[in-house]
Structure formats: C-alpha cells, structure tokens
C-alpha cells in the first residue's frame, strides 16, 4: 500500500468514528483511541502477582478453559483460538525461560474432544519429563474439572480443587442427531451411494443397525479403558479396577473427590500457587501469565477476554454453533448434560 492509499484510509476510518461518535453524542462525552495492532502475535507476558524482591523467579500460570478441541474454537462470525495450539504455546513459553520454576495449570473446562484432552495431557507430560527444563506442575480446578478437563489434570504432579469445584465425569460419549422421523413426515428422503455397509455409519438420515451400534460402543470402550488407565497413572493411590468401581461418568464435589482419591487437596489459587512454591523451593515468587498482545491481564483471576473461555457459562457451554454447522459423529471425553 503506498503512502497515499495509506493516508486515504486513515481519514476514512477517522471520519467513520466522526459519524459514530454524532450519532452517540447525546449519551454523554466520547472520547476515541486508536491502538495499532501489531503484527506480531507472539506472546507477551504480563506479572499478576509479586512477593517482592528483587526480579525474583516465577511461577507459570496456564489456562485450560471451555470446550477443548483439536481445531479452532468454533464461533458464529470468527475463528477462535486453537485450543491445543494455544495450550501447546504457553506451556512451551514457560519450559524454555530459566526463571520459571514451576507452572500451574488451572481448569475450569467440562472436556472436550478424545484427541485433545489427550494432546494436552501428553503436552504436560513433556514439560514434567523434560530432560533439561523438567518443571513442577499443579492443576488448580475451578468451577469446572470434568471428563477431558480431569484427563488433562491427571498429567500434572498434584491436583488442587476448590471447595465448590464439580470434578469427574470419568467415560467416554457420542452423540448423534437422527432426522429420520422428521423426513418421513414431511416426505423428504437422503440418498447415499457408498463403498461399504459401514461407510455411512451414524448417518443422521437414517435408523442406525445394531451392527453399526456394536461397531461404536467398541471404540467407546477402547478410549473409556484409556482414560481409566490414565486416571490410575496419575493417582498412585488408585488401581484401574478401584477406578472402574466408580467410574460411571458422574461429577463428584471437590469433598467427594478428595474422598475417592482423585484429588490432592481442597484449597483456593493462591494455595495452588503456595504449593507450587514448594515443591520448587522457592520463598519468593513472581506469578505470570501469558497472552496475545492488547490482551489486558490486571490480576492473578484474570483470563484473556477472548481465550477459549469466553463461550462458557458457568458449567454449560452456550456456544453450539460449531456442532450444529458440522455435526459429524465425534468421540467426546465432556460432560455435556442436556446438549
């Protein structure tokens, strides 16, 4: 763009603003302020919380929030974050810098796909294994620590919830629209030319077969068997079969989850972040975060405004827009009740 179209279009935005700004000018003074947006989307890092001291090391704080999909966030007019691209990014920010000295993960997510929450879990394990930058890890679960959000926290070396924290939901589901009904009665029919008996398996356009039935509740089975052992991985306390006992795809309280043993403790951030210190040893800390530039993080509560959190609602996931705009069959470590 030469300077000229360049000048162009900063009177136009301007004069776009001019026209905003007369038409809102009876709610009381406007003022405006244009920020360039840098190029450059690497993150930053912002400190939300400091002990003092002089530049003393930090401890990571990572998010693991909404939905958790291998593919970008589905959204009605954008593109949303990759949840595991993002995950994978923060986590390698804080590996590769000296003065962090231990990360924490906090949750607040009802799961997500079967290939992400394992993605994540694996991302976890690499910082914990590492063989130069091996760093502590705590999850803290926040409202919200369920199937595919559990999965994840099992990777890390302890599992912090807080006292209202709903944790669990230990299975594997599918589901799947069928508008068989619906066609028949408005005399509509979907024609399907395939190669085999099994390639249009859980069409919504028709009844499925038992054999079809059978041929899914075998790899519902298959990833169900690997999330019980990774829960017994993570929990020394607990056998595969003492999980299976229990394990029905329920939600626990943080009390009854402690109870069960799949929880370290009860406590709040802050104490996620004082055991962290700990198990550094560290007595002084500086806490960060990290995120896309402009994106404002005043305190140690505060989430990017337009991270993959920003679709859920308390333990309900609103946005929808993604499954009903392509709702092919998918494997699902979520807890998603009444969707």
């Not at 996620?272 to 305190?299: N, Q």
Request: hydrophobic share 45%.
């Amino acid at each position: 763009m030469s300077q000229k179209d360049a000048a162009t279009a900063v009177r136009l935005v301007c004069s776009a603003l001019t026209l905003v700004g007369l038409a809102v000018a009876g709610c009381g003074p406007t003022a405006y302020k244009i920020t360039p947006v840098p190029v450059d989307q690497t993150l930053d890092e912002t400190v939300v919380l400091s002990e003092g001291g002089l530049a003393p090391p930090k401890i990571a704080l990572i998010d693991v929030s909404g939905l958790l999909l291998n593919a970008p966030e589905p959204k009605l007019l954008c593109e949303g974050e990759h949840s595991v691209s993002l995950f994978t990014e923060n986590l390698r920010k804080a590996v590769h810098d000296d003065s962090v000295r231990a990360i924490v993960i906090r949750i607040n997510s009802p799961g997500g796909s079967v290939t992400a929450a394992d993605l994540m879990y694996q991302e976890i394990l690499r910082v914990r294994n590492h063989p130069k930058h091996a760093k502590p890890v705590v999850a803290i679960i926040m409202d919200l620590g369920a199937s595919g959000g559990y999965y994840a926290a099992c990777a890390c070396d302890k599992i912090i919830a807080c006292r209202t924290s709903v944790v669990g939901s230990i299975g594997v589901i599918m589901q799947l629209l069928n508008v068989r009904g619906t066609f028949d009665k408005i005399g509509m029919d979907a024609v399907t030319i395939k190669s085999g008996e099994m390639k249009d398996a859980g069409s919504p356009f028709r009844h499925m077969t038992d054999a079809e039935r059978a041929v899914f509740q075998g790899l519902i089975d298959e990833f169900y068997d690997r999330f019980v052992s990774i829960v017994a991985t993570g929990r020394p306390n607990l056998t595969e079969a003492k999980v299976r006992e229990f394990s029905d795809g329920r939600v626990w309280t943080a009390s009854q989850a402690l109870e069960l043993g799949l929880i370290d403790g009860i406590g709040t951030l802050h104490e996620a972040i004082g055991l962290a210190k700990e198990m550094a040893g560290l007595s002084r800390v500086r806490v960060v975060t990290y995120h896309r530039p402009l994106a404002w993080k005043p305190t140690v509560y505060a989430e990017a405004p337009a991270g993959p959190a920003s679709s859920q609602f308390n333990v309900l996931n609103v946005n929808m827009a993604g499954r009903l705009l392509n709702p092919q069959p998918m494997f699902m470590y979520l807890w998603s009740p009444g969707l």
